[in-house]
């Protein structure tokens, strides 16, 4: 077998190992900037976090305050209605 094919061959194997090795990398080292999402589910969405200041509403606060007569989900046998 000529030389030439076998050093290209070997060339070809090492540049073959190049995309996964920096896959793997990518996955195993942590980083600050976010994930690339090809499905933009919401998690990229725009929140307020509990207990914030909010300039939308009136009152300034983004967390609002509980509907009078509302019952949890999880409360339901305990109300008599």
Known sequence: MPKGIVYAAMILMILAMI????IARSRAVPSDRRRIHLIQDMD????????????IYKDGRAMRPVIAGTVAQSELDLDAH
Do not use: T
Not at 19 to 22: C, E, G, H, L, Q
């Open 19 to 22: 995309p996964p090795a920096v």
């Open 44 to 55: 990229n969405q725009g929140k307020f976090r509990a207990q914030a200041v909010n300039d």
